[in-house]
């Protein structure tokens, strides 16, 4: 089999890319008549899984799940690159929780938008108070409702420390919450610089250069679900599960302490 020089995989990856995505907006805002049956957060996480799976044999991407997905409450999930969303769904149908500027990203905003995505304004005290009915809707149509509680992307090396504000519906109401560890293995590069977006990088660059790439392997390891009345405690226990997750596959993951801050790049 000839292998294209990365350029030009990138190139055509790009323009399947595009396509795809224009055919799933389309199909998502004309849905079959079967699927209008559905309650519209389960209509949106069901249209997001199958198209994701179309968007991962595009991107090179192909997912290895270890434990059992979780079918009901919450997940959360160490945070690398914007292909977390992309792999996870490969788990079951989900919504996600992400932060308000994504809606505003071209094309990917749009995609966000129209698979149900719920966006908290991370520097607004409350917000999460504010949103919780949407919580309530996603959880009570029996989908995932799915977070990154780090507040932000790593390199991959370490688990940061979990914004406890993002667990209070789950603590106030008993919902159960997975956690949920994501690694990647890349042939031809670094995950760090290549597959992992944070720190200062910029979107397009960093997309049209993983294209290129001949394969992406992600593994996501799920652990069981918690129950915690208390926000802060559920935190930090589901912190330790998904470094503990993490143990088998990367022994230089990290806690980083709760006082050590870093301008990242979050989705």
């Known amino acids: 089999m000839i292998q294209l020089p990365a350029a030009c995989r990138s190139v055509w990856s790009s323009i399947l890319f595009l396509v795809l995505a224009v055919c799933a907006l389309v199909a ?48 959360v999930c160490n945070h690398l690159s914007y292909l977390d ?46 949103i919780e009915p949407e919580f309530v809707e996603v959880i009570e149509q029996g989908v995932v409702l799915t977070m990154f509680p780090e507040g932000t992307s790593s390199g991959g090396d370490r688990v940061l420390p979990f914004l406890s504000s993002l667990l209070a519906p789950a603590a106030e109401r008993g919902w159960p919450v997975t956690p949920a560890w994501i690694g990647y293995s890349l042939e031809d590069g670094s995950v760090e610089n290549e597959v992992a977006y944070w720190l200062d990088m910029i979107f397009l660059p960093h997309f049209l250069n993983l294209l290129g790439k001949r394969r992406i392997k992600a593994v996501i390891h799920f652990g069981e679900p918690r129950v915690n009345p208390n926000r802060k405690a559920l935190a930090r226990e589901l912190h330790s599960a998904v470094r503990a997750l993490a143990l088998p596959f990367n022994e230089r993951f990290q806690v980083i302490p709760l006082s050590e801050s870093r301008s990242q790049t979050a989705l």
Request: glycine fraction near 10%; aromatic fraction near 6%; include cysteine.
């Open 28 to 75: 998502v805002a004309c849905p079959k008549t079967s699927e209008r049956l559905l309650p519209l957060t389960r209509r949106r996480a069901r249209w997001l899984r199958l198209w994701s799976s179309r968007l991962q044999s595009i991107i090179g991407l192909e997912v290895e799940s270890r434990g059992r997905p979780p079918t009901r409450g919450m997940l």
């Open 85 to 130: 969303m992309l792999a996870l769904t490969s788990a079951g149908e989900m919504v996600f929780l992400s932060k308000i500027e994504v809606g505003g990203w071209p094309l990917i905003g749009q995609i966000a938008r129209a698979s149900g995505a719920l966006f908290v304004n991370r520097s607004r005290r409350g917000d999460v108070a504010d």
